[in-house]
Structures are given as C-alpha cells and as structure tokens.
C-alpha cells in the first residue's frame, strides 16, 4: 500500500515495467510481435496471430478514442475514498484501435456529469506523478480528429 493509502502499479513486475518505464517518459509503450509487427495490449506469452514469443515496445502515440466509460460512484478499495465520483474509460489507441487502454478521466480536468465525451470521442493521454510511479489520465481532446460521418453511422 503506497503513503497515499490508494493501490498503486507493481514496477518490479516484468511484463508490465516496460510500459511503466514509458510513462515516465512521457510514452504510451505496448510490445509488438518481432515476427509478425502486431502490437498487443495488455502483454501476453505469445502472439494470438502467429504464436512469436518474442516482442518489441514502442511508443504508439498519445492519441486514442473513447471505447466505453462508467462513473464509479462508490468507492470499492481503500485509498479512493476522496475522489469519487471518478470516470473510468477504454480508449482505443488513435495508430491501432485494436489497443484498448483502461484508465480514467484526468480528475483535475474530468468534465461534469452533463459534458462527459461520448464514444470515438478524441481523448489525448497525460502523464501524471504519483509517488514513485507516472500514471496516465486521459483529457477530451477538442483539437483531435473528428470521426467521419461512415464512423458515426457505425
Ligand atoms: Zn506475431
């Protein structure tokens, strides 16, 4: 349990460190198969297209677009007392929607109840210190591409 009472990421953890050692850069990482080029999120032994084992992490940009969200109105682990209500979303990654990040709406930002952004809305990714750890919020993002009328009708 970190000092702020609140659950935070394992960076000894292995398959995850690399991601972590990203964020505190300022980069979204995922592994991409060496073999084939598909990325994966979240990391797996082997390659669900052609069974490689091994992977390459690269950044795959800050971009990406609202999947799904849900308020949290309650809160379910000790340490989060103090920020519900919160927004929980899946955004899929702007250079591959495949990637599906779960994180949450940047609280010093998130939008009221009413403003929320609605899906294949643009979110941008911000890098946020906490303790020893960077995580990643998520902010609408009003300069990012709008989705064409054949994606709305989708
Ligand atoms: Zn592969």
């Known amino acids: 349990m970190s000092q702020a009472g609140r659950p935070l990421p394992d960076l000894e953890y292995a398959d995850f460190a690399p991601f972590w ?6 980069e ?3 592994p991409a198969c060496v073999r084939c ?8 032994m082997a390659c669900p297209a052609c069974g490689g084992l091994d992977f390459a992490w690269s950044s795959i940009g800050d971009r990406g677009r609202l999947y799904s969200w849900t ?5 379910m682990l000790p340490g989060f007392e103090s920020e519900v209500p919160y927004t929980v979303v899946i955004v899929a990654a702007e250079a591959d929607p495949r990637i599906r990040f779960v994180g949450r709406l940047d609280p ?3 939008p009221p109840a009413h403003e929320l952004p609605g899906i294949g809305d643009p979110l941008v990714a911000v ?5 020893d750890v960077v995580l990643v ?6 300069g990012g591409p709008v989705p064409s009328a054949q994606e709305v009708q989708s």
Do not use: S
């Open 37 to 44: 080029g598909r990325r994966q999120w979240p990391p797996r």
């Open 127 to 131: 890098f946020v210190p906490v303790e």
């Open 28 to 30: 979204l990482r995922v």
């Open 71 to 75: 308020t949290i109105g309650r809160a």
């Open 21 to 26: 050692q990203g964020t505190a850069r300022g």
């Open 108 to 110: 010093a930002h998130e």
């Open 137 to 142: 919020y998520w902010r609408p993002d009003p």
